[in-house]
């Protein structure tokens, strides 16, 4: 990947990631496209540290999560253990992914195609998703709808987003500005943290922005079905104001 598209280290703390990120919304769609069967096999790409992963597997579903990042899936693997689960965690890159088995869900959450930067990267990972889908099987997908005036608005100056404790006792506080670069279609996020009431440091969240129509056409070019196009979590129609696109396919 492009080393001049960055996600900074301090984003991937696994304390700091879990603190922020306690929002449901998305769990409650994923476990309404969950598989009647329960022995159904399910694949999360971009597990993180496991908030959907855990959640879905306490439902009694055989399920394993794919990531990126080692201090994530350590994480991950460390709440698995504590709610008394035995969750087949795997680092790797979804790009290259191979596991020898197929699936009857997979799906890629929050926001993380995101960080496919390069349309061959995404393609690559669109190859790997079906690979490892079963015939008739459903992958699900969500990201952000581009809003190129939010943008705008917050190239100005730094917008606190976000202030919390972590599970560590950490006192959290992060600052965000951005710019768009409309070549690459990268959105160049920066994160200022702040920690215990002292300026920790800058942290890059680089963000490749896909565009409704343009996205459409991807999934269906890499052999995908899109059998709905919901624009939230509540399967709202997808339309002008949607934050989110999100995915039902084939």
């Known amino acids: 990947?492009?080393?001049?598209?960055?996600?900074?280290?301090?984003?991937?703390?696994?304390?700091?990631?879990?603190?922020?990120?306690?929002?449901?919304?998305?769990?409650l769609f994923y476990k309404?496209?969950?598989p009647k069967n329960k022995d159904a096999c399910i694949l999360e790409l971009c597990c993180?540290?496991?908030?959907?992963?855990?959640p879905i597997a306490q439902e009694g579903y055989d399920i394993s999560g794919v990531d990126y990042t080692a201090s994530m899936l350590e994480q991950a693997?460390?709440?698995?253990?504590?709610?008394?689960?035995?969750?087949?965690?795997?680092?790797?890159?979804?790009?290259?992914?191979?596991?020898?088995?197929?699936?009857?869900?997979?799906?890629?959450?929050?926001?993380?195609?995101?960080h496919l930067y390069q349309n061959e990267d995404?393609?690559?990972?669109?190859?790997?998703?079906?690979?490892?889908?079963?015939?008739?099987?459903?992958?699900?997908?969500?990201?952000?709808?581009?809003?190129?005036?939010?943008?705008?608005?917050?190239?100005?100056?730094?917008i606190e987003i976000a202030e919390y404790t972590t599970k560590d006792g950490r006192e959290?506080?992060?600052?965000?500005?951005?710019?768009?670069?409309?070549?690459?279609q990268i959105n160049r996020i920066?994160?200022?943290y702040f920690i215990n009431s002292e300026f920790d440091s800058v942290q890059n969240l680089?963000?490749?922005?896909?565009?409704?129509?343009?996205?459409?056409?991807y999934l269906e070019w890499n052999g995908f079905e899109i059998l709905h196009k919901f624009g939230s979590f509540e399967e709202e129609a997808f339309c002008d104001h949607s934050e989110k696109q999100i995915f039902v396919c084939q």
């Open 206 to 217: 680089d963000m490749r922005l896909f565009f409704p129509q343009e996205l459409d056409s």
């Open 190 to 192: 920066e994160w200022h």
């Open 48 to 54: 993180g540290t496991g908030r959907l992963t855990i």
């Open 122 to 158: 995404l393609f690559k990972a669109l190859r790997a998703v079906k690979n490892h889908l079963k015939a008739g099987g459903i992958f699900l997908l969500d990201c952000f709808n581009p809003n190129i005036q939010y943008i705008v608005e917050h190239e100005k100056e730094p």
């Open 1 to 27: 990947m492009n080393s001049n598209y960055k996600v900074g280290d301090l984003i991937y703390d696994a304390n700091i990631y879990d603190g922020m990120n306690t929002h449901i919304d998305d769990l």
């Open 32 to 34: 309404r496209w969950l």
């Open 172 to 184: 959290v506080l992060i600052k965000q500005i951005m710019r768009y670069e409309s070549k690459t």
């Open 77 to 114: 693997k460390v709440k698995a253990a504590g709610a008394g689960l035995e969750i087949e965690f795997i680092e790797a890159d979804i790009r290259t992914l191979d596991l020898q088995k197929k699936y009857d869900l997979v799906f890629i959450p929050f926001n993380s195609i995101h």
